[in-house]
């Protein structure tokens, strides 16, 4: 949709020259890196680091060539590391097969310690409201964005799983990985955004 408008928005106006797309996490799919590659646009996109890979993923948690930005104080205002390389983006041809096509970007990682301080408060709260619906047997559509760290289920009185009344569970290992990030000092992953970058 997005790329029918922006052709659209270029063949009107008359633009013939290179234009640079700037959109969040939501518009940044590979068809629309490539239709910005193909139309000879640059793009700046954010990209939320819980969906990149693995590799991409060490490379922003890893805490050496991060920069630390401070006011005048010295208090710390953000955090910022960059690099250029190849990076694989996967999209389907005009036949339906999948394909690969590596592009060279520049990627920018930031940290926000006032995002992260906000960001552990929330998910502080979001696991003590499970605890306190779990507690009071609250209806599944009262949890929000707390149900991602409970499992409905239904359990017999030992614990096991049955065809008895739903029970539910607070879920550790849906848990696990955002108590760890509230735990790391200086980078959290969910107070990182990477920029992509290609001009």
């Known amino acids: ?5 922006i052709d659209d928005l ?3 106006n008359n633009i013939s020259g290179k234009t640079i797309r700037v959109a969040d996490k939501g518009l940044n799919c590979s068809e629309n890196i490539l239709h910005a590659v193909k139309s000879g646009d640059g793009y700046l996109f954010s990209k939320s680091v819980k969906q990149l890979p693995e590799t991409e993923q060490v490379w922003v948690l890893l805490e050496n060539d991060y920069r630390d930005v401070k006011n005048k104080k010295g208090d710390l205002l953000y955090r910022i590391k960059e690099c250029v390389d190849d990076f694989s983006y996967k999209y389907t041809d005009g036949q339906g097969r999948e394909k690969i096509v590596r592009l060279q970007e520049k990627r920018v990682a930031v940290y926000n310690p006032q995002l992260a301080k906000k960001q552990k408060n929330e998910i502080s709260r979001q696991i003590e409201k499970a605890k306190i619906l779990r507690a009071g047997q609250a209806k599944r559509s009262e949890y929000g964005d707390s149900a991602k760290f409970v499992t409905f ?3 017999d009185e030992e614990g096991k799983k049955s065809k008895a009344k739903v029970t539910v569970l607070m879920n550790e290992k849906a848990m696990r990985p955002f108590q760890v990030l509230c735990k790391l000092k200086k980078t959290d992953i969910r107070c990182l955004n990477v920029l992509i970058k290609y001009f």
Do not use: N
């Open 1 to 5: 949709m997005i790329r029918k408008v």
């Open 10 to 12: 270029k063949s009107r």
């Open 153 to 155: 289920q239904a359990v």
